[in-house]
């Protein structure tokens, strides 16, 4: 059988995107699977994510690289391209099919014209309810569910709202019913996902997170939910509501709010519609109320003319509000944005200053699990290890927990605390 090798980058978002083309093509007769090895695939399909320029310069040497050993693979572009990266995309072989985010359902047509020699472009905007396709999931015990697509946010160095246009949030009800199927398909873990979950319904008004948050939680079964990437300017709107969702038993206590910066000066340039002692606020109100709660961030570093004083408040942030999770990102400029127009800092600077937040970090890091040693949790079994007698999962808290026995996706066990590494901890069963 002819065979698609998927190769995602990004969000949540994109691999439920890769997952319903997969799914798609399987239903098609060919065989699909998401891997970094090419060499036995008829054709590659690359999810691409465009909002950090490192991403779309790894996807686009991977594609020179596999085209320089491979000539006669076919290769698609998909995901989240936007117009003015088509024809750097071209420059780089016309035998390049692209079929962007809003047109997944035509992967199989991609392919069959790939496979004639015909490539194909599909780069309109449309907009669709990406829900209750086929699917053919990386992980069996995970079902990554689409709630929106878009963003009402304008922020000056991000690519997202050109791409995917404002908010379109999906029906309760479709939403619902995929996360149904899913349980019945033995899925334990629901990742609810978008570009912002605080979004949803917003176009109507008012964000809705909460209830739907209650809603899937009224669904029988043994499940757990991952609410996933929310910004601070919605969870403002409704943080009691939230929090009183957050309680049920059904959802992990975690949370990604990304702040970008310690400063409000910067959070302006950045068109971030929240200041920094806003964010303090969610962050405090939360950690009160749900004590357990992980909080996952983001931080921007060597933002255009951002000061050494201004990135020291993004340090001072961080050392304040201790969050378990920080994605630091070294500013790189995205075209067609503000932030491309603005003053650029030099890259020795963002690099140094990268170092300087990775570092803090760590030690939050070590701080935070020292918190755990010794303590017992229940585990659901969510990953393989990389090891052979290893087994990866997620307790309540949605930290990460290793356990040196093999153990079958989706079972919960108890576990004591044995050991902390810098990015999990050690489980022993007990």
């Known amino acids: 059988m002819t065979k698609i090798v998927f190769k995602t980058y990004g969000c949540s978002n994109n691999f439920s995107e890769s997952e319903v083309m997969a799914g798609l093509l399987e239903k098609g007769g060919y065989t699909t699977e998401e891997s970094i090895e090419f060499s036995s695939a008829d054709a590659v399909v690359f999810n691409m994510c465009s909002v950090k320029g490192p991403s ?7 594609i020179k690289k596999i085209l320089k050993e491979f000539p006669e693979k076919k290769i698609v572009v998909a995901g989240c391209i936007p117009k003015i990266l088509i024809p750097k995309i071209h420059l780089i072989s016309k035998k390049i099919s692209i079929i962007n985010t809003h047109n997944l359902e035509k992967i199989n047509k991609v392919i069959e014209s790939s496979f004639e020699n015909k490539p194909e472009e599909f780069s309109s905007f449309e907009r669709k309810i990406k829900l209750n396709f086929p699917k053919k999931r990386i992980n069996p015990v995970i079902s990554i569910v689409p709630i929106l697509s878009g963003c009402n946010d304008h922020c000056s160095y991000c690519s997202t709202v050109l791409i995917k246009g404002p908010v379109f949030s999906f029906p309760k009800e479709l939403i619902l019913t995929e996360i149904k199927k899913s ?8 990742w609810i996902t978008s570009q912002d979950n605080g979004a949803y319904l917003t176009e109507k008004g008012k964000t809705k997170l909460p209830e739907l948050i209650e809603e899937i939680c009224r669904i029988k079964g043994d499940f757990l939910i991952r609410i996933g990437m929310t910004n601070p300017t919605y969870i403002l709107e409704c943080l009691d509501e939230l929090i009183s969702a957050m309680k049920n038993k059904k959802v992990f206590k975690f949370l990604h709010i990304p702040v970008q910066s310690g400063n409000n ?7 971030r519609r929240y200041t920094v002692e ?5 962050i405090n109100k939360l950690k009160k109320e749900i004590p357990e709660i992980s909080i996952s961030t983001d931080i921007i570093v060597g933002f255009p003319e951002e000061t050494e004083k201004q990135f020291k408040d993004s340090l001072n942030l961080i050392k304040e509000t201790k969050p378990e999770v920080l994605n630091i990102s070294r500013f790189q400029s995205r075209p067609a944005t503000l932030a491309s127009t603005m003053n650029q800092l030099t890259g020795l600077v963002i690099k140094e200053r990268s170092g300087k937040m990775t570092k803090l970090f760590h030690k939050i890091l070590e701080e935070n699990n020292k918190k755990w040693l010794n303590k017992t949790c229940e ?4 990953e393989k290890g990389k090891k052979f007698n290893q087994t990866i ?4 808290s949605y930290r990460q927990i290793v356990v040196n026995k093999k153990i079958p996706l989706g079972k919960k066990i108890k576990v004591k605390i044995i050991k902390t590494e810098k990015f999990y901890l050690v489980g022993e069963i007990i």
Do not use: P, R
């Open 393 to 396: 999962g997620k307790n309540l």
């Open 379 to 382: 585990v659901l079994i969510d």
């Open 265 to 271: 000066i910067v959070l302006k340039k950045m068109k």
């Open 56 to 62: 779309v310069n790894h996807c686009l040497n991977s």
């Open 183 to 190: 349980i019945k398909q033995g899925c334990k873990e629901i």
């Open 278 to 282: 806003e964010y303090k606020k969610i």
